[in-house]
């Protein structure tokens, strides 16, 4: 098997059929998720060699190294001419999985979006916290991304930005992007927030809000001057506040 080939003619079929994810998983056919449903798209099943091989194909040798020592990854990847994709590594009854997810490698305009005007002026504001609330798959980060583009596109900043992994990749408009991936570009998350305030930064984006650190560097960013935005998986407002009370 040629695994790298395998793999990029699984998301290109991906793409094709306009899925949302891909699953690789041992016991069973590579399959997609094209409207919620999931569908074999091979009639063979894969073997647990196949989805290491598989797994090991995508991954450089650091993020190999630290999947082996953690049994979990994280990370995106874009293929050249393919697309941008996020993708999970896991372990499950000591086989390897993979669910990759893919990226709109556009950055999306607020009004496609729909969300509300007053997001433009939120998002030129000098200082502040903004959290996106909701569960997997709500369009959080999403709507973050419209957001750093639409500053990007009207204020001369620098916006930057702590993920695990980027999702989108912003260009320089009007304001110098710099964007960092825990695991790849910093070894993690405490050590690329203590270091981002030395960075001159406008605008901070974090990808998550994790835990009491995160959180309390997201507070103290926006009390010192700083736009800080950020997502929180929670249902609603008033789980968000409870979380953020009991981290």
Not at 96 to 116: F, H
Request: hydrophobic share 40%; charged share 20%.
């Amino acid at each position: 098997m040629n695994a790298e080939k395998t793999i990029h003619d699984l998301l290109r079929l991906m793409l094709a059929k306009n899925a949302s994810d891909l699953f690789i998983t041992a016991g069973f056919p590579p399959a997609i998720k094209v409207d919620g449903k999931i569908t074999p798209v091979s009639n063979q099943s894969l073997t647990p060699a196949h989805t290491s091989e598989l797994a090991h194909s995508i991954m450089n040798e650091r993020q190999w190294k630290d999947f082996e020592a953690t049994n979990e990854s994280n990370f995106a990847i874009s293929p050249p001419t393919i697309g941008r994709f996020r993708v999970n590594v896991f372990v499950q009854q000591g086989r390897v999985g993979v669910v990759m997810r893919t990226i709109n490698t556009k950055i999306p305009k607020m009004e496609d979006l729909n969300l509300p005007p007053i997001l433009r002026d939120v998002a030129m504001i000098k200082r502040g916290l903004v959290i996106f609330v909701g569960g997997t798959g709500t369009g959080k980060s999403t709507s973050l991304a419209s957001m750093v583009g639409y500053r990007n596109e009207n204020a001369a900043d620098h916006i930057i930005t702590v993920e695990d992994p980027i999702e989108y990749v912003h260009e320089h408009r009007k304001s110098i992007i710099t964007q960092r991936e825990v695991g790849i570009d910093t070894d993690n998350w405490f050590s690329a927030l203590k270091n981002t305030l030395r960075q001159a930064p406008d605008v901070i984006l974090i990808g998550e809000i994790r835990d009491r650190d995160t959180m309390e560097y997201a507070i103290a960013f926006a009390e010192t001057g700083h736009l800080c935005l950020s997502t929180l998986h929670a249902n609603s407002a008033n789980q968000a506040l409870d979380r953020i009370i009991n981290f």
